[in-house]
Every structure is written in structure tokens, then in C-alpha cells.
């Protein structure tokens, strides 16, 4: 409590050092009392008031018990006592208010701190209602820990232990990987080092088979040269002695005429002897050898066919981001039938994985229904970075699902259409009778209409539309004069209120062989005749319709279909002309 005191003669160096607690020396202390009211003769303080925190003289004592509301609100005790007091708490201490130096006896739930008395009386905490006692706190404290311990000891530790030994394992199982691909690395250099060794073995002798052909072909030639070239001197030191002694032979007439019949038959040999040597032609021998030559790469080329030779190293982990559907990602199916897609894994490099183990993950975004359970999916990995994603839809609708490899989002989805065909899952409709203008006729069996007006363009519709999915039919032409037929699909509403125009209707004319939609005109195609079967396949998911002669294997595909339902259309004009289905 607030306490007024007045200044002593010698001014505030005469107060007390500390009016609301005893110091821990008995010997220092003076009674408040007589500091006080200024008394000359102070007396040392002798007792302490518990309840008031002061210290007393035993003269001041009497009058203090009297004070207040009387002895019962005030407890005496002497100065030693209080002294052992102080020690045994300094030796149990605990936290006191850093506000009002009280003990922290409550908790306040709504700050969520501990606070004394005084606190909770006149402090800051006056007023909150959700204040309790510290026992009771601990007590809610430590049962909420020892729900938690046991949660994490439980639940928590195990998984986390067991994502440790996963880590640990995939660690491990990566370490050994790499060293045995560091392995391989090392074996197939050596191999390419073996193999570049033997190769050039190779070549070296093939330049050495080479020099011997070629060394052997011309010491032949030189040869040849050396006996043609002595030869050559031959005839020409004869033929010059020859000709010395006609000039200087003997006069005589018999010798002269003897000796010049005799030069004549030698020199005629002579001349024959330089004809053939003349006419001899020598190999040229070129100064080079073009057949011998050695085409090298640069040092670019070479690094690239060395990789190439050593291989592909390719990245453990796929890359969503490279990862794709392969085929068709939307497919059709019945309830309880599976239906397989395909997804192909490539790493950060856009490089096929060689092998499996990645992390693939199927969630369903949509199902036909929010409070039915998404159909369990299947994976299947086949070891060479190929996945198959197995799943069978229980319920009739449309399935949309997303993948995710190692954590990461394809970029395309899974879409999933599942319908339910009746008995007749191949003649899935018929001619519509209610649909039919009045210049048609229908046969019994509702397959086959027949033309019987006077010229004048009449149309039909199928039973039954499609809206999802994919569907097939064919139609086969029995019988027409001009080919003034058109066959399609159109919807329902727009063909009741516009039948003869076509404007709803996407269609192949057999007259011109071009496509019409919408009372528009567009590409040519090739006509089709009398007998020919025509197929139809309607994918209403992807709103396109292809159109197939199956004789002449001619296709028109027609684009940006409505997403309504729509139904197989067919419209005649001359008389006798007749089309039937085909199953």
C-alpha cells in the first residue's frame, strides 16, 4: 500500500534504504515507526509485521498491533525468525511478479501469462474472467502434454521414423546407384578405349597391306622400265654401228652390193626392234596416291561420337514438368470395366527414363457424384520409365483425374467417360418413325428408309442421341439416282423447326462430295456411289464427327460440333433412292 513519509532533518539521506522489505542484516534495520516521526533517539528494529511487511521496535509495537483492524490483522514475528524465513525461500525461490515482486499465484487465460494477487486485485488483469490458480493450469497443461506425448509417441514418431528409414533407404539405394553407374562409366571407357585401340590396329594395317600391294606393283613397273630402257640402248648402239660400217665398208662391188643387202635385212630388223619398243606405253606413276588417304574427324565430332559411344546417363527422378500422357487421355468405358492410361516418365532433360521407381499419385478432381468414393487406381510400373494407371469407374458419368510424379503435376488430365450401353450394345438406335417426314417410308425392322415423294428433299432422324462419349454406327447406300443424299448428325430441336434447309445440320452430300454445316459449304471430297458403307464415329467429348467410306477408305472429319445432344441424320430427294443401317 501507498505509505506517506516524511523527510528527516538531514534530508533524504536520513530515510530508510527499504521501507517494505527488512534487509538481510538485523543489525541495519530501524524501526519505521520512529524514522517516521522524526524521533531523535531511534530504536533498532526488533520485530517484523508479516502482514504489513515493516519493521518495529518493541516500543512502536503495541501501538502498530493496535492499528488497521486491530491484532488480528497484523502477525509479529522476531527479526531472526524472519531471517531463517528469507533463507529457507531464497532456497525454495520462485518467480515473483515483476510488477508488484508477489509471488505469480494465478494464470490469466486470456493473455495467457502468470500474474500475482495484486495483479488480479488492482493490476492489469482487473476485470478478465478467465483467470484460475496456477495448479489448476498445470494441471490442464499437463494433461494436454501427456495427450500430445502420446499422439507423437504413437502416431507421429513411428511415421517419422519410418519416412527416416525411407530417406535412409533411398539414400542408400541412390549411393549404390551411383557407384554402380560410375562403374558402368568407367567399364564402357574402357571398352571405347579397347575399342579405338583395336580399331587403330586395324587401319595401320590396312595402310600397311596397302604400301606392300603398291610397293610390289611398282618394283614390277621399275623392272619393266630397266629392260625397256636397255633394250632401247640396245638398238640404238647397234643401229649406230650399223650405220659407221656402211660408211666406211669395202668398195668392192660383190662386197659392197653382199654388205648392203646384209644392212638391209639387219637394219630392217633393226627398225622393226624400235617399232615394238616404241610402241610400248608405260604405266604414268603418279607422284601421289589419292586411293591412299585417312578422313579424320575434328575434335568436336570426336568428343560427340565418344559420347555417344559411352552412352546416356539419365537422371534417377522423372520431371513432371517433361513427364507426359501418352495416347489417349480421355477414354470411355462401362461400370466395373478398367480402362488403362499410359504415362511416360523423362527426366529434367527431357530425356525417356531407362528405368522405374518413381512416385506416381492418381487424385480425383471430379466424380459424377460429390458424396460417392473415388474409384482406387492402380499403377503399374514396368521398369522402363512406362507407367500404366489402372482404374475402374463403379458408377455411371464423367471422371476427371490429375497425376502427379514425385510430387510434381502433369500437365494434362485424365478424363474419364463411363456410360451404360442396353442389350443391344451394337444396335444401339433405328429409324425414328416421329421423326420421319411423311415421304419416307421405314421398313418393319426400323433399319432401312425408302424415298417415296416426288422429288422434294425429306429428312429422318436416328431413336436415340448421343451427348458423352464416343458412338459408331454405319450406313450403307442401297440405291440412288443423283447421289442426292445427306448423311450426318444434327440436333434434335433445330432439324423439327428447319428440316428441309439443313441450317442445324452437320452432314457429307454425295452429290458434289463436299461437307456442309450449317447450310455452309465447305472442302471438297471424294463422292461416294451406290453400295458404298459409310462409317461414323461421334466423339462428343472432343465435338467431332468422322466420317469413313470404307470402300474407298475417303474420310471427312467435321470440327466444333455443339456440346448438345445430337442424332444421326439422313436426308433424300428422288424417288426410290433407300439407305439402310449397318451393324
Keep these: 500500500c501507498r505509505t506517506?513519509?516524511?523527510?528527516?532533518?538531514?534530508?533524504?539521506?536520513?530515510?530508510?534504504?527499504?521501507?517494505?522489505?527488512?534487509?538481510?542484516?538485523?543489525?541495519?534495520?530501524?524501526?519505521?515507526?520512529?524514522?517516521?516521526?522524526?524521533?531523535?533517539?531511534?530504536?533498532?528494529a526488533a520485530v517484523w509485521c508479516t502482514k504489513c511487511e515493516v519493521v518495529l521496535c518493541t516500543s512502536h509495537m503495541a501501538e502498530h498491533m493496535m492499528s488497521g483492524q486491530g491484532p488480528s490483522s497484523h502477525a509479529i514475528i522476531g527479526l531472526s525468525e524472519r531471517d531463517q524465513s528469507t533463507d529457507a525461500q531464497q532456497g525454495n525461490s520462485s518467480p515473483l511478479c515483476g510488477e508488484h515482486n508477489r509471488p505469480l499465484e494465478y494464470f490469466c487465460k486470456a493473455c495467457g501469462v502468470c500474474i500475482c494477487g495484486h495483479c488480479v486485485a488492482i493490476g492489469r488483469h482487473r476485470g478478465h474472467t478467465q483467470i484460475v490458480t496456477v495448479h489448476e493450469v498445470s494441471d490442464e497443461l499437463q494433461a494436454e502434454v501427456q495427450t500430445k506425448s502420446k499422439k507423437i509417441k504413437d502416431v507421429t514418431l513411428p511415421r517419422a521414423q519410418r519416412a527416416l528409414e525411407k530417406v535412409q533407404k533411398v539414400t542408400?539405394?541412390?549411393?549404390?546407384?551411383?557407384?554402380?553407374?560410375?562403374?558402368?562409366?568407367?567399364?564402357?571407357?574402357?571398352?571405347?578405349?579397347?575399342?579405338?585401340?583395336?580399331?587403330?590396329?586395324?587401319?595401320?594395317?590396312?595402310?600397311?597391306?596397302?604400301?606392300?600391294?603398291?610397293?610390289?606393283?611398282?618394283?614390277?613397273?621399275?623392272?619393266?622400265?630397266?629392260?625397256?630402257?636397255?633394250?632401247?640402248?640396245?638398238?640404238?648402239?647397234?643401229?649406230?654401228?650399223?650405220?659407221?660400217?656402211?660408211?666406211?665398208?669395202?668398195?668392192s662391188r660383190n662386197s659392197t652390193q653382199q654388205c648392203e643387202e646384209n644392212i638391209v635385212g639387219v637394219l630392217t630388223a633393226v627398225k622393226a626392234r624400235a617399232d615394238v619398243l616404241d610402241k610400248v606405253e608405260f604405266s604414268e606413276t603418279a607422284n601421289?596416291?589419292?586411293?591412299?588417304?585417312?578422313?579424320?574427324?575434328?575434335?568436336?565430332?570426336?568428343?560427340?561420337?565418344?559420347?555417344?559411344?559411352?552412352?546416356?546417363?539419365?537422371?534417377?527422378?522423372?520431371?513432371?514438368?517433361?513427364?507426359c500422357i501418352e495416347g489417349d487421355r480421355h477414354k470411355h468405358t462401362q461400370p466395373g470395366q478398367p480402362v488403362v492410361f499410359s504415362v511416360l516418365a523423362k527426366d529434367r532433360q527431357g530425356k525417356t527414363q531407362i528405368r522405374g521407381g518413381d512416385s506416381i499419385r492418381v487424385t480425383w478432381s471430379r466424380l459424377p457424384a460429390a458424396d460417392m468414393a473415388a474409384p482406387a487406381v492402380e499403377v503399374r510400373d514396368k521398369g522402363d520409365g512406362h507407367y500404366d494407371i489402372v482404374c475402374s469407374p463403379s458408377r455411371t458419368g464423367d471422371y476427371e483425374a490429375e497425376v502427379f510424379i514425385n510430387g510434381g503435376k502433369l500437365a494434362t488430365t485424365l478424363v474419364v467417360g463411363c456410360c451404360v450401353l442396353d442389350d443391344l450394345q451394337e444396335k444401339w438406335f433405328e429409324f425414328d418413325s416421329t421423326e420421319c417426314q411423311a415421304r419416307l417410308t421405314i421398313s418393319s425392322d426400323k433399319q432401312t428408309v425408302i424415298y417415296d415423294g416426288q422429288t422434294d428433299w425429306s429428312s429422318a432422324l436416328a431413336s436415340r442421341g448421343a451427348?458423352?462419349?464416343?458412338?459408331?454406327?454405319?450406313?450403307?447406300?442401297?440405291?440412288?439416282?443423283?447421289?442426292?443424299?445427306?448423311?450426318?448428325?444434327?440436333?434434335?430441336?433445330?432439324?423439327?423447326?428447319?428440316?428441309?434447309?439443313?441450317?442445324?445440320a452437320y452432314c457429307w452430300f454425295g452429290y458434289t462430295g463436299r461437307k456442309y454445316v450449317l447450310g455452309k459449304w465447305s472442302e471438297s471430297i471424294r463422292k461416294f456411289k451406290v453400295n458404298d458403307i459409310l462409317q461414323f464415329d461421334l466423339d462428343c467429348d472432343k465435338h467431332t464427327l468422322q466420317i469413313t467410306n470404307l470402300r474407298s477408305r475417303e474420310t471427312a472429319k467435321i470440327d466444333n460440333l455443339p456440346a448438345a445432344e445430337l442424332f444421326p441424320y439422313f436426308s433424300l430427294v428422288h424417288p426410290q433412292d433407300s439407305i439402310s443401317l449397318e451393324w
Design 288 to 323: 601421289h596416291h589419292p586411293h591412299l588417304t585417312f578422313s579424320s574427324t575434328n575434335e568436336t565430332e570426336m568428343m560427340q561420337k565418344a559420347c555417344e559411344l559411352l552412352g546416356t546417363v539419365v537422371s534417377c527422378e522423372a520431371s513432371a514438368a517433361h513427364s
Design 467 to 504: 451427348r458423352r462419349g464416343r458412338c459408331t454406327w454405319k450406313v450403307k447406300i442401297r440405291k440412288s439416282q443423283k447421289m442426292n443424299i445427306m448423311v450426318g448428325v444434327a440436333e434434335k430441336p433445330g432439324l423439327t423447326a428447319q428440316r428441309d434447309n439443313f441450317m442445324s
Design 4 to 44: 506517506c513519509t516524511r523527510l528527516p532533518k538531514n534530508g533524504a539521506a536520513g530515510l530508510p534504504r527499504d521501507t517494505s522489505q527488512a534487509a538481510t542484516s538485523s543489525d541495519s534495520q530501524q524501526c519505521v515507526s520512529c524514522s517516521a516521526k522524526e524521533e531523535i533517539d531511534r530504536q533498532t
Design 172 to 251: 542408400s539405394e541412390l549411393s549404390s546407384r551411383a557407384e554402380q553407374v560410375e562403374a558402368d562409366i568407367k567399364t564402357a571407357s574402357r571398352l571405347a578405349v579397347a575399342a579405338i585401340q583395336t580399331c587403330e590396329q586395324e587401319k595401320l594395317q590396312e595402310v600397311d597391306d596397302i604400301r606392300v600391294v603398291r610397293l610390289k606393283t611398282l618394283d614390277r613397273q621399275r623392272e619393266e622400265l630397266r629392260q625397256h630402257t636397255a633394250a632401247l640402248e640396245g638398238v640404238v648402239a647397234f643401229s649406230e654401228k650399223l650405220v659407221e660400217r656402211r660408211r666406211f665398208g669395202s668398195p
